[in-house]
């Protein structure tokens, strides 16, 4: 009732009158009032779309003020110290790390700016989640980064609020926000039916009321605390949540909330304590757990019990699963309970799945302190619950991206993070629901044993590991940990623990790849990027995280509890797979985090936090299963290199790669490498050489005999394997990035091999260089920083530009001392991803060798590097290099190499004295050398006395026992006994006991028992099967091997020098005394092929043992037999040559590239100098072969030379393009600035084509049409240019070659269809051929002769030749394939550019139209091609341009098509220019009249006069018309001036002038004839009148003859240079140079308008030039009539004839300042934000690149304005990338940036976000290119764009 009356008030009243109630000390009516009303206005019953609700809402909360005075008054309290703005996607914000404590925070541009961050390393990035501003958050950033207005805490000065300000907000906003939520409600239906529209409707509807509450929030801090007491009211919320007992509507809705949380699988908490009972089975499981204090974690034991639940002593290991201790709760799962608004309000905006409006109304919440607290809680208590919808999701990454824009929020913050993990389980929620997530996609492990395997791993084609889904999830559990304090909570709960390795375990074994053996795959799964990506980010970052955390002595304790963890579970895994001792052949996984983890922490724990590495280390056996796999990837690698993995396709390529790129390293191969370098320091040597040879399949390689048979491997993989053992034992050996390298030195040795590799940007090396263990960037307190570091190793490059248009960026090189002592060949070759970076990185040192004459012979070898000592816990390392094991090998290698036994490579010699040489560099200590037991019967014992490699290089070795084929060589040798050893028979016999016998195999298994039964006293018991050893022996021996002795005699150091000798081909290469001599110079060893380092190795052995010396001293002094006596072996012979000429023919190869770029790049050249002259033209013209008698061409297709005939013609490959360039000339030859602010403008109308449209016009208006025609030139904008190579081709082949090119599918870039192609020659872009002219050259030079005719008689003959005009013959009147070749290019011309730009008379399609486009065609070829010549004629020459040129040709084809057309001869502009005639009233009779001479433009009749004449015109008929024009040009001249003169200054002129009227050669004096002019033109007032309203710009300085001369000189120099040019081209006359200032007599000498001799006592030579057939007074007063008679266009009289050269617009010296102005910036034409800003370069029009705001007619707004500002040219610039492309016609292309960084780099799509600087040369380059038309032909790659751009 009340509120019925109260409805029908007005508003305001109705409000102000409440609010007054409500503020009495008894309110209860005023309340009861207000109740009522809101019942009826906030009736959740009508639909959400009336605005009704929310305008009284407004009113009511204003208390009868307007809303928006409210708002400013709140705003006024507003006491928040926090900017807290939100934002989302793509919003542009800034993060600087020198400020920020989290990783994550981030500032608004504005805050950032009103900061200090100079000298800060900071960076502008796109938002990709969304964010808000930390601005003023002490907790996530330092407070010296706050902006000036968050750092004055604005807070302390507000008052306090007045308590009636905000009480109508308070009793009126609890009920707006229950009305939301009953919408939420009853909007809500399950998703299962498609209804995901309906609930895009629902918030669509409520769209205006949820903005309502973002614009509550933006009214400041004491709104937002409003707001917050309401949605964490419990009171409130029950008050109102449940409705109202009578309300029926409310109570339906409530239902319809509570099934909504049902079938979400959340129940309620009262729900389930009533369900509890009812439903004893899920009672008896959660309710039960959840009292317990000993808890199960249930669910990694289900994921074990899965598959088998009968095995009891499987479920016996399960249990070491098994916790206790806390609580864990299994209801975090399953369980929700909402007791405020903002709970309820949080699971709808999850349901709904987080719209964006709800999402930024929660965000701009959260500057309220308690707000944040409660909201945070509220989040991780819905946790589960929205990674749970986040899996049903069909829009996982939308959702995906506003989970994170949150949650970043919430948990940057320390404080808070740790306040939530105690309250709320924050850990062991995101644990567990980690651990949910993964048990939906996993699958039994196939590793090992593919049966019974008990082991679950994911399955990578899940759509979960597939989308990467699982991310947000990780991304806040990587959050959380970088918190000390949170991290600590993590490694203090032993629990976690377990339950988090055992979700690493899920990912132990994943992506298992099986080699295929017989075919190739037919699907090549891509399974393994989602692999990958799972384990580093899933499992790697995590580590990391934790890893930062322990770092020092005082965290010992958590990473002995790693280790433990990792180890059990390892043990774990290792059972699960069923793994013995044996690896299942032919599997490989690269998967191997719980190894990884177990590698990292130990090495932290020794490190940086001293502990004992034995301490944490298992038992023997543990550590031998612990090897297996990690050596099994190594071994991987090395296969799939030696293509034994080709079958399985791309992607194992691919993994292998991944595997060890240094982006992943540090995650991957680096703790591999480093756990096999702990087992190899523990283990047994013998058994772990022997093991990595047996691994990588190389076993039977390893026998002295000459053949060997080879179970596992073919030939030609024996090779690439026994280099890939080699190279990895080396890895092995000598690496020491965990072993003892400090952080420094490890950032140093891999900045050092990746700038060895290649020269590197500095973007790109700071790419490549791993994370961890050194940041990248950042102040690290005691590390060297990047920078630090970078400029110590390398120097910088700055950014060149190389003439042939690629664009070089600022590049890092390594300094010569990097090269002389860093370079580390180990380091790269386990760096490199690609093997040719390693050939790469050795091609580079040996030319720094050359260059530095270090080395200048042959091929130098990798270098020898020492290392950093080893840590002392890993000392046991080094006994890899003395065991006698390896030294067996060495040996044989030796030997066989040698020999040049098969499969031998200089790559294994490398490698073999790589490894001698550590073992010298590297002793063990002699007491553990004693320790050794040595043991007789052991096979191998007797090959070498000890273990110490010193002592083993100088002992001999007699006689070795090989099995060997019965058809080996050896045999042989063994039956029929050669004189030789049948000498030292008796000798034989006895030493047949001493004959060795050598088995890795065997040897392996030994060692392996031994080890087993040792540890097996120790461990409690082996209880599992020891496999009987009948498994052991292998398969199949061969029975045809035979045994046979070998006789050696032999010692390493006598192999060594044999070696030496076969290397440097000389016998005795080492004298007796060469030891001595050696020692003068130690650094000579350093670098050099591999007899410097075999010296190097003898040289370390002598001076560290006396019996090596000796030795070798002895070897030395022995004369042997000539050398290599097996040299000649046919197949090492072979493979010799094939590597040879496999070498040469890639020298060949290169050899012939770089002739071939040198070439191109000196077409390049010649194509785009159009300035200097070419001394070497690649084509001889027409032009240069004057004195041939008839010109003859080559065609470029079929090769033949001839001359262009009719019938068969040739022409020119020439490439048509429309062209604005000229009309975007100014008169200013200073560029335009490009605006920067709102206040800056460009104005388009003083350009060259607008002046030119707007003169057009004008004439159109006053005369007659055809007239108008024929006074002017267009092409201005959208004229045509003609270009060419200076190729030519027979038509007709070119003909076939376009339908070849038809028919080839792969073309690209280009359209055959448009007639495109690329010269056949040299591969320039084309369109079009251009018919060359025939005929006889000497003709043509007859046709040039000068003659001595009076000009009156020229006059008359040029008369005459126009009358013959239209039955003048050309050579043929049938039509010729030759002039059918003229009218196609015609055709080609008129479609190259837009009909608008051909149609500018008034009755378009007229032939008038058609005669003015093509004249115009001339006058734009020939005014660009004074603009490439600089803008005059001043440099001269027959320029490399000229020569190119087809204008010859050109103006031919042009003059044929013209002959089509007649001027009527009444019309003729000749009579008028040459003759007084009476003046023709008729003409004015019913038409307009037509165009005054005096505004006409003279080139234009130039052009006119000489195309329309028979040709081809005589010389002397030419200069005929330039003469006559010149009188035309130099009255015009003086016209001009005169407008520009006061009336005084004319009077003066014109009086001083009448007096010389009668002297001698009055009529070549410029007194008289200005003075003639001025009394004409003054005979109408009108003609000086429009003038006098401007101020004179000249009238302060007075007009003196020299600046009138000037001004005459310069206003007809355009003419001149125009006639000259074409003189040039029709006549082949070169054009002289001449100083700039003497330019006018120049041309005019050119011209034969003056005596070529200067004269020096008249300086006034712009009127000697004149010329008159009649009186001149008489003519000029005819002409000044024309216009005396007209009225209103006196502006025409003077032209604008001097254009300036073409600019690009100026772009300021910053990046930012075109960014932050434009990348916000609304587009004029739809008045939105583009999406993709792009702005035109040259006229700065902003569009919206592919936006389908802008598209008309099917093109979008760049291509369109491409084609209206540039005739289908467009520059433009992308903001938000930085980058520029360029549109061609139908084509584009990416030309790349002009803006740099610091470091001289692009920055492409601002990633980096550093600041750019402009780079003034690129500018000018792309400057250069848009003027010189060369786009085409300097940027290659080019697509079709299809108008979407
Ligand atoms: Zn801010
Ligand atoms: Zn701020
Ligand atoms: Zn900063
Ligand atoms: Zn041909
Ligand atoms: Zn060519
Ligand atoms: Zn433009
Ligand atoms: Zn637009
Ligand atoms: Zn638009």
Redesign the pocket.
């Known amino acids: 009732m009340m509120a019925a009356l109260l409805l029908r008030r007005d508003k305001k009243s109705t409000a102000a009158h409440l609010k007054s109630d409500l503020n009495r000390t008894d309110n209860s009516s005023g309340v009861r009032q207000l109740q009522e009303l809101l019942d009826s206005v906030l009736n959740p019953e009508k639909p959400a779309a009336d605005t009704e609700a929310l305008d009284w809402c407004k009113c009511l909360i204003a208390g009868g003020e307007g809303f928006e005075e409210f708002c400013k008054t709140v705003r006024s309290y507003d006491n928040a110290t926090l900017c807290g703005l939100v934002w989302t996607a793509n919003f542009v914000a800034y993060r ?5 404590i989290s990783p994550c925070m981030s500032l608004c541009a504005e805050c950032f700016n009103n ?3 100079t000298g ?3 960076n502008m990035f796109r938002s990709q989640a969304g964010g808000a501003c930390d601005c003023g958050d002490s907790n996530v950033m ?1 407070e ?2 706050f902006c000036r207005r968050h750092r004055l805490r604005t807070g302390e000065n507000v008052p306090s609020v007045p308590r009636d300000l905000l009480l109508m907000s308070e009793m009126v906003l609890p009920r707006f926000i229950i009305c939301i939520i009953q919408y939420l409600r009853d909007g809500y239906t399950e998703p299962d039916t498609s209804t995901e529209r309906d609930l895009q409707k629902v918030l669509q509807q409520l769209e205006p009321q949820i903005s309502f509450l973002e614009e509550l929030t933006k009214m400041g801090g004491a709104m937002r605390t409003v707001l917050t007491k309401i949605l964490t009211n419990q009171q409130t919320f029950k008050d109102l949540s449940m409705g109202q007992e009578e309300n029926v509507f409310a109570k339906k809705n409530y239902e319809n909330y509570l099934s909504a949380l049902k079938n979400s699988g959340l129940v309620s908490v009262e729900e389930k304590a009533q369900t509890g009972a009812a439903e004893p089975t899920r009672g008896s499981e959660t309710g039960a757990l959840g009292l317990l204090d000993t808890v199960v974690i249930i669910l990694p034991i289900m994921f074990f019990l899965k598959e088998d639940q009968d095995g009891g002593q499987s479920i016996g290991q399960r249990k070491r699963v098994k916790l206790s201790g806390t609580t864990k709760d299994p209801s975090i799962m399953d369980s929700l309970k909402h007791k405020c608004f903002l709970e309820e309000l949080l699971f709808w905006t999850i349901k709904y799945e987080f719209p964006q409006k709800m999402v930024t109304f929660l965000l701009n919440m959260l500057p309220d302190q308690d707000y944040k607290i409660t909201f945070t809680k509220t989040f991780v208590q819905h946790y589960a619950f929205i990674m749970k919808t986040l899996m049903k999701s069909h829009e996982s990454d939308t959702m995906s991206n506003r989970i994170v824009h949150i949650s970043v929020q919430l948990f940057s913050n320390e404080d808070l993070a740790r306040h939530v993990t105690e309250e709320c389980q924050l850990l062991d929620i995101m644990v567990t629901v980690l651990l949910y997530m993964m048990e939906s996609c996993l699958i039994k492990s196939e590793l090992q044993d593919e049966e019974n395997s008990r082991h679950v791993v994911v399955n990578c084609s899940e759509a979960l590991l597939k989308n990467n889904t699982y991310w947000p999830l990780v991304s806040d559990f990587i959050n959380i940990l970088s918190h000390q304090s949170v991290a600590k909570k993590f490694l203090e709960d032993h629990s976690l623990l377990m339950l988090w390795m055992s979700f690493v375990s899920f990912f132990q074994g994943m992506n298992l790849n099986k080699r295929e053996l017989s075919e190739h795959v037919e699907f090549e799964s891509q399974t393994y990027y989602a692999a990958f990506a799972a384990e580093l980010e899933a499992c790697a970052q995590p580590m990391w995280g934790l890893l930062t955390h322990c770092k020092v002595k005082e965290t010992q304790e958590y990473t002995k509890t790693v280790v433990r963890y990792c180890l059990e579970t390892l043990q774990i895994w290792f059972d699960a797979i069923g793994f013995v001792d044996e690896l299942a052949p032919n599997q490989v996984t690269f998967h191997l985090p719980l190894h990884r983890y177990y590698a990292m922490f130990l090495s932290k724990a020794v490190k940086c936090q001293g502990l004992d590495l034995d301490s944490l280390l298992p038992d023997q056996e543990m550590l031998m299963r612990i090897m297996v796999h990690p050596l099994q990837i190594q071994a991987s690698l090395s296969e799939i290199h030696s293509n034994m993995w080709v079958r399985n396709g791309l992607q194992i390529k691919g993994q292998a790669m991944t595997y060890v790129q240094s982006h992943f390293c540090n995650s991957m191969i680096d703790p591999d490498i480093f756990l096999l370098q702990v087992c190899a320091s523990r283990l047994d040597p013998d058994y772990f050489i022997s093991s990595v040879f047996e691994r990588f399949k190389v076993v039977d390689l390893l026998t002295m005999a000459s053949v060997h048979q080879n179970t596992v491997l073919d030939g030609e993989q024996e090779r690439p394997m026994l280099e890939g053992a080699l190279t990895f034992l080396v890895i092995l050996s000598s690496l020491r990035i965990h072993l003892g390298m400090a952080d420094d030195e490890i950032l140093r040795a891999e900045m050092v091999s990746q700038l060895c590799m290649n020269d590197r940007t500095h973007s790109s090396l700071l790419d490549l260089i791993p994370e961890n263990p050194n940041p990248k960037s950042g102040i690290v307190p005691g590390s060297c920083s990047f920078e630090e570091m970078l400029s110590a190793v390398a120097d910088f490059k700055a950014p060149v530009f190389e003439l042939g248009g690629s664009m070089q960026q600022g590049m890092y090189t390594p300094k010569a001392e990097v090269w002389e002592k860093e370079f580390d060949p180990i380091m790269v070759i386990l760096r490199t991803v690609y093997r040719r970076d390693v050939q790469s990185a050795m091609d580079r040192y040996s030319a720094f060798l050359k260059q530095s004459g270090m080395h200048t012979t042959g091929n130098p070898w990798p270098p020898y590097k020492e290392r950093t000592p080893l840590h002392p816990c890993y000392k046991g390392l080094d006994r890899l290099l003395h065991c006698k094991t390896l030294h067996i090998v060495i040996f044989t290698l030796l030997y066989k190499i040698w020999l040049d036994h098969s499969n031998m490579s200089e790559h294994v010699l490398c490698m073999v004295l790589y490894l001698i040489e550590l073992g010298l560099d590297n002793q063990v200590e002699e007491d553990k050398g004693d320790e050794e037991p040595c043991i007789e019967e052991h096979c191998h014992d007797s090959w070498f006395p000890g273990t110490n490699l010193l002592s083993n290089l100088h002992h001999v070795i007699n006689y070795v026992r090989v099995r060997v084929p019965e058809t080996a060589p050896e045999v042989k040798r063994e039956r029929e006994p050669p004189a030789s050893t049948s000498a030292e028979a008796s000798n034989f016999g006895q030493n047949v006991r001493e004959a060795q016998v050598f088995s890795l195999v065997a040897e392996r298994r030994r060692k392996f028992q031994e080890i087993i039964n040792r540890s097996s006293t120790e461990a409690s018991q082996a209880v599992r099967p020891k496999s009987s050893s009948t498994r052991w022996v292998p398969p199949g021996t061969p029975p045809q091997l035979v045994t046979e002795i070998l006789e050696i005699h032999e010692s390493m150091l006598s192999l060594l020098i044999k070696l030496h000798q076969k290397l440097s081909a000389k016998q005795n290469s080492l004298s007796a005394t060469w030891l001595e001599d050696m020692d003068a110079n130690p650094n000579r060893h350093v670098h050099g092929d591999g007899i410097t380092a075999i010296e190097r190795i003898l040289t370390k052995a002598a001076t560290r043992s006396h019996q090596s010396k000796r030795s070798i001293q002895e070897i030395c002094g022995k004369v042997f037999p000539p050398v290599a006596p097996k040299k000649n072996s046919p197949t090492a012979k072979k493979t010799m040559d094939k590597e040879e000429r496999r070498q040469r023919a890639r020298e060949r190869q290169q050899k012939l590239l770089a002739e071939f770029a040198s070439r191109q790049k000196s077409f390049m050249e010649t194509a785009m100098d159009v300035e200097s002259p070419d001394t070497e033209a690649a084509m001889d013209l027409g032009a240069s072969e004057v004195k041939e008698s008839e010109v003859l061409y080559d065609c470029v297709i079929c090769g033949q030379s001839g001359p262009s005939t009719e019938d068969r013609p040739t022409g020119l490959v020439v490439l048509l393009q429309a062209s604005s360039v000229l009309g975007h000339r100014r008169k200013s030859d200073e560029a335009k600035k490009l605006p920067t602010t709102d206040e800056e403008h460009i104005y388009p109308a003083d350009t060259c084509g607008a002046v030119h449209d707007v003169r057009l016009a004008l004439m159109q208006s006053f005369f007659k049409d055809s007239s108008c025609l024929q006074s002017v030139s267009i092409g201005w904008d959208g004229g045509v240019y003609v270009q060419t190579c200076g190729h030519t081709l027979h038509i007709d082949c070119h003909k076939s070659y376009m339908e070849s090119l038809r028919n080839d599918q792969v073309m690209q870039g280009f359209s055959v269809d448009k007639g495109e192609f690329t010269c056949p020659l040299c591969r320039q872009f084309a369109n079009s051929v251009l018919p060359c002219r025939p005929g006889r050259s000497t003709e043509v030079v007859s046709w040039h002769m000068p003659s001595n005719k009076k000009t009156s008689v020229l006059v008359k003959e040029v008369e005459d030749l126009q009358e013959q005009l239209g039955l003048f013959p050309v050579s043929t009147t049938t039509e010729s394939n030759l002039s059918k070749e003229m009218e196609l290019v015609i055709k080609d011309i008129k479609n190259t550019t837009q009909r608008k730009y051909m149609d500018y008379g008034k009755n378009p399609g007229s032939p008038d139209n058609d005669f003015l486009f093509m004249y115009s065609v001339a006058r734009t070829n020939l005014e660009l091609e004074l603009v490439h010549r600089g803008g005059n004629l001043c440099s001269g020459g027959a320029s490399g341009a000229a020569k190119r040129s087809c204008l010859n040709q050109l103006f031919h084809v042009l003059a044929m098509h013209m002959r089509l057309y007649s001027i009527d001869s009444a019309y003729n502009p000749w009579t008028r220019l040459t003759q007084v005639a009476p003046s023709r009233d008729d003409c004015l009779v019913d038409e307009r009249p037509e165009v005054p001479m005096l505004f006409r433009d003279c080139p234009s009749l130039l052009i006119i006069f000489v195309l329309t004449m028979p040709q081809p015109l005589r010389k002397e008929h030419f200069i005929c018309l330039v003469r006559m024009l010149y009188n035309l040009q130099y009255t015009q001249a003086l016209a001009a001036l005169s407008a520009k003169f006061s009336p005084e200054e004319r009077q003066a002129w014109s009086t001083s002038g009448t007096l010389k009227k009668n002297a001698f050669n009055a009529e070549k004096s410029y007194e008289a004839l200005l003075s003639h002019v001025i009394t004409e033109l003054s005979k109408v007032k009108t003609v000086y009148d429009v003038n006098t309203e401007e101020p004179f710009m000249l009238s302060t300085s007075v007009w003196s003859p020299q600046s009138i001369e000037y001004s005459l000189q310069q206003c007809c120099l355009p003419y001149l240079r125009l006639s000259c040019l074409l003189q040039h081209h029709l006549y082949g006359d070169n054009l002289s140079g001449c100083p700039e200032e003497e330019e006018f007599s120049g041309l005019a000498g050119c011209l034969g308008l003056l005596d070529p001799a200067p004269q020096p006592s008249n300086p006034m030579y712009s009127a000697s030039c004149l010329d008159w057939t009649v009186s001149a007074f008489d003519l000029m007063s005819q002409w000044c009539s024309e216009v005396t008679g007209l009225a209103d266009t006196q502006t025409l009289l003077v032209q604008d004839l001097q254009w300036a050269s073409p600019h690009l617009l100026q772009l300021p010296d910053n990046y930012n300042t075109i960014f932050q102005y434009y990348h916000k910036k609304a587009c004029t034409a739809c008045k939105k934000v583009p999406k993709d800003p792009a702005l035109c370069l040259i006229c700065g029009t902003f569009v919206c690149l592919k936006g389908l705001c802008c598209k008309q007619q099917g093109i979008c707004e760049c291509v369109w304005h491409s084609q209206h500002c540039g005739a289908a040219t467009g520059i433009f610039l992308l903001i938000n990338a930085s980058v520029i492309i360029i549109i061609r016609g139908h084509r584009f292309c990416l030309w790349g940036s002009v803006y740099l960084d610091a470091h001289g780099e692009e920055d492409r799509d601002l990633r980096r976000g550093k600041p750019l600087f402009l780079c003034v040369e690129r500018y000018r380059v792309l400057e250069q290119q848009w003027v010189s038309h060369t786009f085409d032909h300097i940027n290659k790659r080019w697509g079709p764009h299809y108008n979407g751009l």
């Open positions: 600087c790390r020198t400020c920020g900061g200090d961050h800060h390393d900071f330092r010296t980064g």
